[in-house]
């Protein structure tokens, strides 16, 4: 007796987009670059159509359904990174001593954090790229979830440790994430 199919989650595919499916990876490529990540859970099953991907899901439960829409947003993601850059802002801020912040190949380095003599350095996650424009920090790049760890990881280079907060504000923060300033 065949299983009978319980829920399903159609994406639809831009015209300038592809998507193309080899056993767990999903590789989607556009006018922006190409994304590959590994999609790999053995109740949810992953279609190409046409113009559409399929998320297939037999016997659900409530963990599956959960699983199920994860997956429908970071192949959302996937698609609009093909189609544009994700940007993060961060915002370069000292009153002590002033920082010098480089970005280099695959890490950004920051020279004279709070006065240290050794450089601090931050790892650049995949193909994103980390830009330097004063007291500013751009990164981009068309995985989100990519330009989103370089972010965290330059913001937490400069975390400052058994240090009151209120006093202490030097640091790289955060300002705004894919065009939406932080309040």
Known sequence: MPVELESEERIKIPENVSVEKQDDEL???????????????????????????????YRPSKKAKALQKTYKSHINNMIQGAQEDFVYKLKILYSHFPMEVTSEQDKVVIKNFVG???????????????????????????????????AANIESTTKISKADPRVFQDGIYITEKAGKPLS
């Open 116 to 150: 240290e003599n050794k450089p601090r350095n931050a790892k650049i996650v995949g193909s994103t790229e980390a830009e330097v424009d004063g007291n500013q920090i751009i990164v981009r790049g068309p995985d989100k979830e990519a330009v989103a760890q370089t």
């Open 27 to 57: 590789r989607v490529s556009g006018e922006n670059g190409e994304i590959v990540k590994r999609f790999s859970h053995p109740v949810i099953e992953i279609e190409i159509d046409e113009k559409e991907v399929v998320l297939k899901v």
